[in-house]
């Protein structure tokens, strides 16, 4: 009898140990599943951000730097208060921040007319947001508001 339960023991041990081992296999496959989809998933993730970083370093290669674009406002400025002494028109007053400048204009209005051609065709990173004429007896009085399109797009973006 005791031979007996020794075996029954023994393969009781075997069973059970048969199925520790069985289920430790598929816990470690499980495992092994768990790492190599991750990995796959950290591969993608590096493969994204190196991506980005090449895409994000081509955009700041093609823009000129922001201290570039207001020295382009300061240089457009100066050429539209050439242009409207050119066309006879008086300023009346003038006002520039970094990314718009307020022009107050005196003249006719036919200059007036050459002066927004002007804009529209030799200005065109500047953006015309507002505009008002008034008639102020022989001349007329004109408001012209101009934003610059390529800083107001880079801060959009930031």
């Known amino acids: 009898m005791k031979f007996k339960n020794e075996k029954l023991i023994r393969l009781l041990l075997i069973v059970l140990l048969l199925i520790v081992f069985i289920v430790q296999t598929a816990a470690s496959r499980n495992f092994l599943n768990k790492k190599e989809l991750l990995q796959s998933q950290i591969k993608n993730q590096r493969l994204q951000n190196e991506k980005l970083k090449r895409k994000y370093k081509n955009q700041l290669k093609l823009r000129p730097d922001l201290r570039n674009k207001a020295v382009t406002l300061k240089k457009n400025t100066a050429e539209i208060i050439e242009q409207s002494k050119k066309l006879n028109l008086v300023l009346v007053d003038l006002s520039s921040a970094q990314t718009e400048l307020n022009l107050n204009l005196k003249g006719d209005f036919h200059s007036i ?13 500047l953006e015309i947001t507002e505009f008002k004429i008034k008639n102020n007896g022989n001349k007329l009085f004109f408001f012209l508001k101009l934003k610059n399109e390529l800083i107001k797009n880079e801060k959009n973006s930031s």
């Open 113 to 125: 007319l050459k002066f927004i051609q002007y804009l529209e065709l030799e200005q065109n990173q």
